[in-house]
Protein backbone atom coordinates (compact mmCIF):
# COMPACT_ATOMS: atom_id res chain seq x y z
CA UNK A 1 0.00 0.00 0.00
CA UNK A 2 1.70 3.03 -1.12
CA UNK A 3 1.64 6.08 1.62
CA UNK A 4 2.78 9.28 1.45
CA UNK A 5 4.57 11.18 4.05
CA UNK A 6 3.99 14.90 5.15
CA UNK A 7 6.58 16.65 7.28
CA UNK A 8 5.15 20.57 8.46
CA UNK A 9 7.75 23.16 8.26
CA UNK A 10 6.33 24.25 11.29
CA UNK A 11 7.38 21.25 12.81
CA UNK A 12 11.00 20.44 14.14
CA UNK A 13 12.17 17.94 11.47
CA UNK A 14 11.68 14.09 12.82
CA UNK A 15 14.61 12.00 12.73
CA UNK A 16 13.46 8.23 11.31
CA UNK A 17 10.03 9.00 11.31
CA UNK A 18 7.62 11.14 9.67
CA UNK A 19 5.01 13.68 11.63
CA UNK A 20 2.19 12.27 9.14
CA UNK A 21 1.69 9.49 7.30
CA UNK A 22 -1.25 8.93 5.24
CA UNK A 23 -2.50 5.56 3.69
CA UNK A 24 -3.69 5.61 0.56
CA UNK A 25 -7.26 3.90 -0.65
CA UNK A 26 -7.95 4.02 3.27
CA UNK A 27 -7.75 7.88 3.75
CA UNK A 28 -6.50 6.83 7.27
CA UNK A 29 -3.77 9.55 8.76
CA UNK A 30 -1.38 8.41 11.55
CA UNK A 31 0.30 11.71 13.16
CA UNK A 32 3.38 11.02 15.30
CA UNK A 33 3.71 12.02 18.61
CA UNK A 34 4.16 16.44 19.43
CA UNK A 35 5.75 17.84 21.56
CA UNK A 36 6.08 21.12 23.74
CA UNK A 37 8.47 22.10 20.82
CA UNK A 38 9.12 25.00 18.04
CA UNK A 39 9.66 24.40 14.54
CA UNK A 40 13.60 24.51 15.36
CA UNK A 41 13.26 21.83 17.97
CA UNK A 42 13.51 23.94 21.02
CA UNK A 43 11.39 23.83 23.91
CA UNK A 44 8.65 26.52 24.17
CA UNK A 45 7.90 26.04 28.22
CA UNK A 46 9.71 25.05 30.80
CA UNK A 47 5.68 24.26 32.69
CA UNK A 48 3.50 21.08 31.91
CA UNK A 49 0.83 23.49 30.44
CA UNK A 50 2.77 25.46 28.26
CA UNK A 51 4.29 22.18 26.78
CA UNK A 52 0.65 20.66 26.50
CA UNK A 53 -0.70 23.85 24.68
CA UNK A 54 2.30 23.88 22.27
CA UNK A 55 1.87 19.56 21.81
CA UNK A 56 -1.74 20.31 20.82
CA UNK A 57 -0.98 23.13 18.34
CA UNK A 58 1.63 20.91 16.68
CA UNK A 59 -1.51 18.33 16.45
CA UNK A 60 -3.57 20.60 14.62
CA UNK A 61 -0.66 21.92 12.11
CA UNK A 62 0.02 18.04 11.66
CA UNK A 63 -3.80 17.96 10.84
CA UNK A 64 -4.04 20.36 8.77
CA UNK A 65 -0.85 19.28 6.90
CA UNK A 66 -3.16 16.51 5.86
CA UNK A 67 -6.48 18.14 4.92
CA UNK A 68 -8.18 17.01 8.53
CA UNK A 69 -9.10 18.52 11.53
CA UNK A 70 -9.29 17.47 15.21
CA UNK A 71 -13.27 16.65 14.19
CA UNK A 72 -11.45 13.73 12.57
CA UNK A 73 -9.63 12.35 15.17
CA UNK A 74 -10.89 9.02 16.46
CA UNK A 75 -8.37 8.69 19.26
CA UNK A 76 -5.85 10.51 20.82
CA UNK A 77 -3.10 9.06 23.27
CA UNK A 78 -0.73 11.92 26.05
CA UNK A 79 2.22 10.20 27.42
CA UNK A 80 3.12 12.75 30.31
CA UNK A 81 6.19 12.27 31.86
CA UNK A 82 5.55 12.75 35.52
CA UNK A 83 1.53 13.22 35.44
CA UNK A 84 -0.80 12.73 38.63
CA UNK A 85 -3.52 14.42 40.58
CA UNK A 86 -1.50 17.14 41.18
CA UNK A 87 -0.32 17.76 37.53
CA UNK A 88 -3.92 17.63 36.29
CA UNK A 89 -5.11 21.31 35.90
CA UNK A 90 -1.85 22.53 34.54
CA UNK A 91 -2.21 19.62 31.64
CA UNK A 92 -5.99 20.95 31.46
CA UNK A 93 -5.17 24.41 31.76
CA UNK A 94 -2.55 24.00 28.81
CA UNK A 95 -5.47 22.18 26.87
CA UNK A 96 -8.09 24.90 27.56
CA UNK A 97 -5.49 27.60 25.74
CA UNK A 98 -6.12 25.88 22.31
CA UNK A 99 -9.63 24.65 23.15
CA UNK A 100 -11.04 26.79 25.25
CA UNK A 101 -14.88 25.27 24.45
CA UNK A 102 -13.95 22.37 26.03
CA UNK A 103 -11.28 19.58 25.18
CA UNK A 104 -12.55 17.64 22.20
CA UNK A 105 -13.48 14.04 22.42
CA UNK A 106 -13.30 11.51 19.86
Do not use: C, W
Request: net charge negative; aromatic share 8%; glycine share 12%.
Amino acid sequence: MPIQKIDPPELAPPFGYAHVVIASGTRRVYIAGQTGTDASGALVAPDLAGQTTQALRNLLTALAAAGATIDDVVKLNFLVVGFGPDTMNDFLGGASAVFPDGFPTP
